[in-house]
C-alpha cells in the first residue's frame, strides 16, 4: 500500500462552499499496511436547514439530522481518526475544504497530506471516459462495496458507502496496474502545491466530466501565442502553455476579454474543468 496509515474520507454537505456550508454526514474508512481496521460514520447537525435539492441528492432529511450531533461534539473523534494518516477523498479539496473550514471555526489547528483519487484515476488511466464515482464503480466493478438499500446509509451518496467505494477502487488498482506505476504516480500527486490561501478549498478540484477548460492565472509569465481579435476576443492557444494534454476540441481556448494594455496578459499556472458549456477564464 502507497502509505502505512490511511483516511479514505467522504462527507455530504449543506452544498459546496465550504466556507459557507456546513457537514451533513462523514464516513472515514481506515486502513493500516494494507488493512483495513476500521469504518466509522456519523450524521452531523449543521445547524442550518438542508436545501431540498441535496436532500434528494444524499437521502439526509432535516429531521434525520435534527438530534444528530454537531460538529463541534464530534472534533476530537473526527481529528483523532484523521491524525497521522494520508487523507484519501474523490475531489478532495472539497471534502479537506470542508473539514479544515469546521475545524477553523472552532480555532482548531488541522492538516494533513491529501491524495485525490480523481486525479489518480486520471494519471493511472489517462485513455479512460469519465473519472466521477459512478464511471469508477462501472469500470472498475466496484458496486459490490455500496449498500443498495438507500436508508442503510452505506450506499452511494452516503458518506459511508462511498468511501468505501474509494477503499475498494485502490484495492483494484493493484490487481490492475504494476505496484511501481501507483507508488510513481501517487508520489507525483502528492507534489502539487496545495492551492494558495486566496482561492476556495475546493476551487482546483474539478468535476470529473467537462465540456469546457477554465483558466485560472496564478503567476506573472506571459502567455505563450495569446492575441486579441478584432473582434475583442481573447485567444490563448492551450497545448503551448499548459503543461498537460488536453482534448482537441478545447486546444486553443477563445473569450471575451478587454483589450490588455500589453500583447501577453499573465498566464494561467493552473487548470481545470468545469461543467460550464462554454470556455470561461478568469485571469487574476
Known amino acids: 500500500m502507497f502509505a502505512p496509515a490511511i483516511a479514505f474520507v467522504d462527507l455530504e454537505t449543506t452544498g459546496t462552499v465550504a466556507t459557507r456550508d456546513r457537514i451533513t454526514e462523514i464516513g472515514i474508512v481506515r486502513v493500516h499496511d494494507g488493512e483495513l481496521v476500521e469504518e466509522w460514520s456519523t450524521l452531523v447537525n449543521p445547524g442550518c436547514p438542508i436545501p431540498e435539492e441535496i436532500q434528494a441528492l444524499t437521502g439526509i432529511t432535516n429531521a434525520m439530522v435534527r438530534g444528530a450531533p454537531a460538529f463541534e461534539s464530534l472534533r476530537r473523534e473526527v481529528f483523532e481518526r484523521l491524525d497521522g494518516h494520508l487523507f484519501v477523498a474523490h475531489n478532495a479539496r472539497f471534502d479537506y475544504g470542508f473539514l479544515k473550514n469546521e475545524f477553523r471555526r472552532l480555532e482548531m489547528p488541522f492538516t494533513a497530506d491529501v491524495l485525490c483519487t480523481v486525479r489518480l484515476s486520471r494519471r493511472l488511466f489517462p485513455e479512460a471516459v469519465g473519472h466521477g464515482l459512478d464511471a469508477l464503480i462501472e469500470r472498475h466493478r466496484l458496486a459490490d462495496a455500496i449498500d443498495p438499500d438507500r436508508d442503510s446509509r452505506a450506499g452511494r451518496h452516503s458518506a459511508l458507502g462511498d468511501a468505501r467505494v474509494l477503499w475498494r477502487f485502490v484495492q483494484r488498482l493493484?490487481?490492475?496496474?504494476?505496484?511501481?506505476?501507483?507508488?510513481?504516480?501517487?508520489?507525483?500527486?502528492?507534489?502539487?502545491?496545495?492551492?494558495?490561501p486566496q482561492l476556495p478549498p475546493d476551487a482546483l478540484e474539478p468535476p470529473s466530466d467537462f465540456d469546457s477548460l477554465t483558466l485560472i492565472s496564478l503567476s506573472s509569465r506571459k502567455l505563450a501565442g495569446a492575441a486579441v481579435t478584432p473582434q475583442g476576443m481573447f485567444s490563448v492557444p492551450l497545448e503551448a502553455n499548459l503543461r498537460m494534454k488536453v482534448p482537441s476540441v478545447l486546444n486553443s481556448l477563445t473569450m471575451p476579454f478587454p483589450a490588455p494594455a500589453t500583447p501577453c496578459p499573465s498566464a494561467p499556472s493552473t487548470a481545470y474543468m468545469t461543467k460550464s458549456r462554454s470556455p470561461t477564464a478568469w485571469i487574476l
Do not use: G, M, N, Q
Open 174 to 196: 493493484y490487481h490492475e496496474k504494476e505496484v511501481a506505476d501507483i507508488a510513481a504516480a501517487v508520489k507525483r500527486l502528492l507534489k502539487i502545491p496545495s492551492l494558495p
